[in-house]
């Protein structure tokens, strides 16, 4: 069973910065959505095996990063220059499979729990 932890959520002002953890029961294929209240689940990042391949919504293009520690089965988002509109409960989603769009949904096999990350103006 693949289990996913995330970790550093919070409460954050308008510009500041903030990094989110994923830790895995193993080493995936990893990706990073959000969800505000009323609105959809949302892509927001997704990295290959190797971190060779990292994919971005436009909306969060430039302010985060996506990256991976292989040796700790960890996958961590950088979030810069955060907006009101970054606040959502963003989730960690991994893939055993080595095809599918890692920026589609459907391309995951597990979900983590979610951690709240909320901006203030």
């Known amino acids: 069973q693949v289990q996913l932890v995330e970790s550093g959520g919070g409460l954050v002002q308008a510009g500041d910065s903030l990094q989110l953890s994923c830790a895995a029961s193993g080493r995936y294929r990893m990706g990073w959505f959000r969800q505000a209240p009323g609105k959809e689940r949302d892509f927001v990042a997704g990295?290959?095996?190797?971190?060779?391949?990292?994919y971005y919504a436009d909306s969060v293009k430039g302010r985060f990063a996506i990256s991976r520690d292989n040796a700790q089965n960890t996958v961590y988002l950088q979030m810069n220059s955060l907006k009101p509109d970054d606040t959502a409960v963003y989730y960690c989603a991994a893939t055993v499979s080595w095809k599918g769009d890692l920026r589609r949904a459907v391309s995951y096999d597990y979900w983590g729990q979610g951690t709240q990350v909320t901006v203030s103006s």
């Open positions: 990295i290959n095996w190797g971190g060779d391949s990292r």
